[in-house]
């Protein structure tokens, strides 16, 4: 996974807060981290006191604040007792997954808002006039569609150039487009491809001897 590439110190850091993790217990996670990384598979407080000013007594109070939280774990692998920080990282990945998708949709939305005025824009310039309500609605379906502003706002232009003014001529200009879009890059399209189905199988029935012809 892509989230597992990142380290997930950094992630800590960005999101401990946000996570109502306190300084305390930050910098507990950072050493068990480190103990863990230097073969130390399981981490107690004694082991942990070797390497913190903290008591050792608010050390384990610490410790059993971070299971209660769900971020730290003592488990069994094989005949061995671990300590592990995973559900911690799955936490930390998943948060990064979330920031991630937000990002993802607040630069689509932003985009999209972009191309929309660009499309308002160019379609009153043209048209001379202002878009109703039934015309924007058209034109975020087309957007919606996956139709680029730059298609859009050329659709419209040969609309013009035919002498149509209708957002009507405008939707047929943009679906001839595709279609012819379609053929070229897969040689068919749908209705075509159903057509030649039912050639090829008119055909084939028309050969077939229906009539069995008698020995001569």
Known sequence: MITEAIDFRYLLIENYKKLKIKENELATIFV????????????????????MSLDIKEIDTILATLITKGFFEYKTVGKQIVASLEPLKQKLYREFQIFLSKEEEEKTSKRISEE??????????????????????????????????????????????????????VDKILLSWSQRDDLENEGHT???????????????????????????
Do not use: C, M
């Open 32 to 51: 068990i981290d480190h103990l863990i990384s230097q073969g130390n598979p399981f981490v107690t407080a004694d082991l942990l006191s070797l390497k």
């Open 116 to 169: 929309l005025d660009n499309i308002y824009f160019n379609f009153e310039k043209l048209l001379n006039r202002s878009l109703s309500p039934v015309e924007i609605s058209k034109i975020h379906e087309w957007v919606s569609y996956g139709y680029s502003d730059k298609l859009i706002i050329d659709a419209l232009k040969e609309a013009l150039s035919r002498g149509k003014k209708t957002l009507r001529s």
């Open 190 to 216: 749908p209705l075509s491809s159903e057509w030649d189905k039912n050639l090829e199988e008119t055909i084939r029935i028309a050969k077939i001897p229906w009539v069995k012809k008698s020995d001569d």
